[in-house]
């Protein structure tokens, strides 16, 4: 198999340069095929510090694939094959998940192909800041709820007509049981008190599994990063598209409680009209994957990240002293 090519700025500066001449030229840059990929597009224009399209990479990678362009746009470039596939599947589900979300979803100005096989889309850039960095309000939380609700509505058959999975629910028992052992060793290195899980107990456990039928599109991956959050706390955009599934909604609100804390996550989740059963599942998965998650990189580069989510996801919630679930509803 022949290595994908390293994207440079050179590469990039290139190919966006490609896409401003054409539609100087009145060309639909979306039409941008192959003929311009490998090199990045023209060989007259120059690269490294001469002129051309202000490009710098969004990560510290050392091979990044997601490049700034200006302060409007985002390029993002497909590594593999895998992830060409993956990116093209993700553009017409941003299409089908639009009109049913409250909140911006991005919008691709152009896509083709920056190497022979491996694709590229040039996104604009959903004003505002990351939810890692600005709380959510109260406001903000209703965004949350209609993002919920929206994602909900989404006809499953569509989404799996695009090439969506089905992702199997996971069991919170055996999650238990994974973080039962990873808190030994966070009290170890005296960073969590292993027996504040106690309260999760492997009937808890199974009372709490996903009921059938329950299954719609999720996003999968609703971590602080990919929520676009204004200076007054509204939630503006939801970017990172790629990993959606059909699946259990819980894993949303799970990734919210990461995110945003969990009294906001399970605020918004009920709001959205989910009921007791999913709102504490996902608050009890968010928490077993923040003990899980913390164990197994302590020392690593992400740590305080992770800390961070460890600390949202056991901020308490009237709704975790309910025992017995009943009848409740799971959702509307």
């Not at 009145?26 to 510090?49: C, I, P």
């Not at 390029?75 to 089908?96: K, S, V």
């Not at 600005?134 to 209703?142: N, R, T």
């Not at 204004?230 to 909604?249: F, M, Q």
Request: proline residues 8%.
């Amino acid at each position: 198999m022949t290595q994908a090519p390293t994207p440079t700025a050179d590469t990039v500066r290139r190919l966006v340069q490609s896409l401003l001449d054409d539609a100087k030229e009145g060309k639909n840059a979306k039409d941008a095929t192959s003929g311009r990929s490998g090199r990045g597009g023209k060989e007259n224009r120059q690269g490294g510090s001469g002129p051309g399209p202000d490009v710098r990479p969004a990560t510290p990678d050392a091979e990044p694939v997601t490049w700034w362009v200006g302060t409007r746009h985002v390029l993002r470039l497909a590594p593999d094959r895998e992830a060409t596939l993956q990116q093209r599947r993700e553009l017409r589900l941003r299409d089908l998940v639009r009109p049913h979300v409250p909140v911006a979803v991005p919008v691709s100005v152009a896509h083709g192909e920056w190497a022979p096989g491996l694709g590229y889309t040039l996104d604009t850039k959903v004003p505002g800041g990351s939810g890692e960095e600005h709380d959510v309000s109260a406001v903000g939380e209703a965004d949350l709820a209609g993002l919920l609700t929206g994602l909900r509505e989404v006809p499953v058959r569509q989404a799996e007509t695009l090439g969506v999975p089905r992702a199997a629910p996971r069991s919170l028992e055996a999650l238990r049981r994974a973080a039962v052992r990873a808190a030994e060793r966070l009290a170890a290195a005296d960073e969590f008190d292993p027996t504040r899980l106690n309260q999760l107990t492997p009937p808890a456990a199974s009372q709490l599994a996903a009921q059938p039928g329950s299954a719609v599109l999720t996003h999968h991956a609703l971590t602080g990063g990919h929520l676009v959050v204004s200076a007054d706390g509204r939630v503006r955009g939801v970017l990172g598209w790629a990993g959606t599934a059909v699946g259990d909604p819980a894993e949303d609100i799970a990734g919210l409680a990461l995110a945003v804390g969990s009294p906001a996550a399970v605020r918004a989740a009920t709001l959205a009209g989910y009921g007791a059963r999913p709102c504490l599942r996902g608050l009890w998965l968010a928490r077993c994957d923040a003990v899980v998650h913390l164990a197994g990189d302590l020392t690593g580069e992400d740590a305080t990240l992770l800390r961070t989510r460890l600390r949202r996801a056991w901020e308490p919630i009237l709704l975790e002293r309910v025992t017995d679930l009943g009848d409740a509803d799971d959702v509307p």
